[in-house]
């Protein structure tokens, strides 16, 4: 039987069609397992298997030699069976120890690869680019959130088929060059969160497809490119965190798509560009923390679609005309305005944004009351503070049961607090810090369930501390500087991370179940009337404490050796009290104070736009308050105005992380140990005011933080030394009061540093001094013999003549 020729033709074209594999190949899933391999054998050769209760990979579990890889967990093929896509994003879990990126090596020979995701796997090293260089295909690569260094390799600029790049938060540097032009095809590009510096290249405006485009937490300087004007495909453009400066381009308008335009936190001059009303789908602005100048427009609330708006901020120029009669076009949910100069009352318009979410005019110059229409908005977040608004509170902005942040600190309002105040139970942050309110505070308080962080310092508040054990989440408690009286309260949750109760009148003995706060980490209870041993507190002190402030209270004793058991000390302020004894050489031993901590790991718990008074110290001889940024860099040790005797213990000089030691206005003897030079760290020492003798130590030249030096009223003696920042300590002031110091600082030569030209004059004066003194020994007796023969020869004379 013959078959037609169109049958065979059919019959031709099926014999050539490659029939799909069953199976994904061989040599992936080699690959795969090859990858599996090694993470699962450096995570039990690096990690401690009993320090968590973790079955490393389980999500991998899936992925054996007898099952087709095509069907493995995170794994897709295409259709030829072809791996196409790999998802391997947090495979590692962010408490095992970084991997090394070498560990992607067998991935490297899938080159069938389109989508490769990498993420928070805390992988360590240098991007692999004759890695990545291998897979042409790739259309979509994730590496956000590890641990790569270096900068971008070349190869990475050749993957030709990238739609989608994100390489945020790692720790890549180095100048972004020119080959960044060549991703043609990128839809979206993130590099936010790393290292990079210098400009953007110009070629930036050849990425005419993007979408999305992140540069922001960079250290990028220069101006911002005229070419990013060609982006017009742009939906995001995130720039902030940065230190561009010059001007906005002129014609940022043209991004007509755009629907977030973040510039915040730059270094950005001039007025806003009229070009930017053309952006009639914008909807999240944000310009705040530049120093932008002019008045802000009105026509920026004329583009409907606009939601968000984040302006002005410290060092700006920017004004904003409250004297302007308008009505918004747009619907915003959230403002921000901060230091706009904004001058009379609360903006009426605000009125009409129904759907506000946050209102923040922090930091301007508005005046009168609360108006009865703002409480009565029901907004979540009204932030208020640094103002000279004034009166009381109206009861009816506790009603809201939405209400989250009240920040009205650093005002003039006055008067009780509404007993109503609990009734807006989802606040989480209620901060009334500086400003003159009195009376109790309301016992309601304790029905607000979501209260997390409250500040009512520097106000009249009178009575005893409410409970607030009935606050589960209560975490930062100030109330230090009012009139609050009573025993120090004890009725905090356990999940109390901060107690700041200075400036008060509390009285008595610290309370034993501090113990039980064992999340403490910050203790202030300076400037009261606390009594008791200093070596039967120390027991009552939560372990994990790091900052102890006990500042001018009673208390008496001696500082015991387990002061070393509190490994987190930082910052401790024992000064004004009545202790006695010996500085115990265990102090030498607070871990906190020796290890420079890794600052970049530290969780922050407190939202960044917030700052508050944490704690004020005794710093090189005023009183200045610490802000809640910059807490965690301070390391000090301050015990002085007590009645602490014997000598300065070496081990001291093991704090090498100290920015301040006080031991001044004590009985402290004996020498300077000549192992301080080794506190690298230490730019205020005050030894002052005790009976410290000898020299004051060379060693104290390698200091080279060092700007207060008070070593006044004491025994010493010698030459001060010089070099380093010891040759400017050149105050006499801080030299005063011994018994014989000498050197360039207070003007009074040593005898080491007298010159040869000067020794024969001084000679020669020796001489004619000897001779002088010779001659008045020589002279004296002949004279007073002399002078007894002319009296008698006199007197004899006179009784002739008197005769005769």
Sequence with gaps: ???????????????????????????????????????????????????????????????????????????????????????????????????????????????????????????????????????????????????????????????????????????????????????????????????????????????TRLREFSLAGNKFSGGIPS?????????????????????????????????????????????????????????????????????????????????????????????????????????????????????????????????????????????????????????????????????????????????????????????????????ASAISMFILSGNKFSGQIPMSIKNIHQLWFLDFSENKFSGEVPDFGENPLLAYISLSYNDLSGKIPTTFSIGTLMISLGGNKFFGDLPRNLTNLVNLTHLDLSDNDITGNFEDILPRIPGGLQVLSLRNNFVEGFIPRTISNLTSLHILDLSGNNLTGRIPPEIGSLARMIEIPDLASTTVLLDPFIEFTALILNWKSSFQSLSSQNLDIYSVLDLSNNKISGEIPASLANLKYLK?????????????????????????????????????????????????????????TGKIPVGGQMTTMDELKFYANNSGLCGMQIRIKCPEDISLSEQPREMEDDNDSWISWEGTLIGFPIGFFSSIMIMAYSLNFLCMFKFW
């Design 227 to 423: 070419s990013v004007v060609h982006l017009n495909e742009l939906r995001s453009l995130d720039l902030s965190g940065n230190s561009f400066w010059m001007q906005i381009p002129a014609g940022i308008g043209k991004l007509s798509n755009i629907k977030t335009l973040d510039l915040s936190y730059n270094r950005l001059t001039g007025a806003i560009p009229s070009s930017m009303r053309n952006m009639t789908k914008l909807e999240s602005l944000w310009l705040i923390g530049n120093t932008l100048a002019g008045e802000i427009p009105t026509w920026l609330f004329e583009i409907k679609t606009l939601k968000e708006l984040y302006i002005g901020g410290k060092g700006n120029n920017l004004i904003w005309n409250n004297e302007a009669n308008f009505v918004p076009r747009c619907r915003l949910q959230r403002i921000s305005m901060t230091s706009c100069r904004i001058s009379g009352h609360i903006p009426k318009w605000i009125s009409s944004q129904k759907n506000l979410d946050i209102l923040d005019l922090s930091d301007n110059h508005l005046t009168g009351k609360f108006p009865d229409w703002l409480a009565e908005m029901d907004i979540r977040n009204v932030l208020l503070s640094d103002n000279n608004l004034a009166g009381s509170l109206p009861s009816r902005l506790f009603q809201s049961r939405g209400l989250s942040i009240l920040e009205l600190s650093g005002n003039n309002f006055s008067g009780e607090l509404p007993e109503n105040i609990g009734n």
């Design 1 to 207: 039987m013959e078959l037609s020729p169109s049958l065979l033709s059919i019959f031709f074209i099926l014999t050539f069609i490659p029939i799909p594999s069953s199976s994904c190949p061989l040599h992936h899933k080699q690959s795969l397992l090859q990858f599996k391999s090694t993470l699962t054998t450096i995570f039990h050769s690096n990690s401690d298997p009993t320090a968590v209760d973790y079955v490393p990979f389980a999500e991998l579990d899936s992925w054996n030699r007898g099952s087709d890889c095509c069907s493995w967990a995170r794994v897709k093929c295409g259709r030829t069976r072809n791996v196409t896509e790999l998802h391997l994003n947090y495979t590692v879990p962010w408490f095992v120890d970084p991997v090394p990126a070498n560990v992607l090596t067998p991935l490297f020979e899938i080159r069938s690869l389109k989508v490769l995701d990498i993420s928070m796997n805390s992988l360590l090293g240098e991007i692999p680019g004759d890695g990545f260089g291998n897979l042409t295909e790739l259309v979509h690569l994730d590496i956000m959130l590890n641990h790569f260094n270096g900068s971008i390799p070349g190869q990475i600029f050749r993957l030709s088929n990238l739609r989608y790049l994100d390489m945020s938060e790692n720790w890549l540097e180095g100048k972004l060059t020119t080959e960044l032009g060549s991703f043609q095809n990128l839809t979206t590009l993130r590099l936010s969160w790393n290292g990079f510096h210098g400009p953007i290249p110009e070629e930036i405006g050849n990425l």
């Design 660 to 716: 301040q030691l006080n031991l001044s206005h004590n009985n402290i003897s004996g020498l300077i140990p000549t192992s301080f030079g080794l506190m690298k760290s230490t730019e205020s020492l005050d030894l002052s005011h005790n009976k410290i003798s000898g020299l004051i130590p060379e060693s104290l030249t390698k200091l080279d933080e060092l700007t207060y030096l008070d070593v006044s009223n004491n025994w010493l």
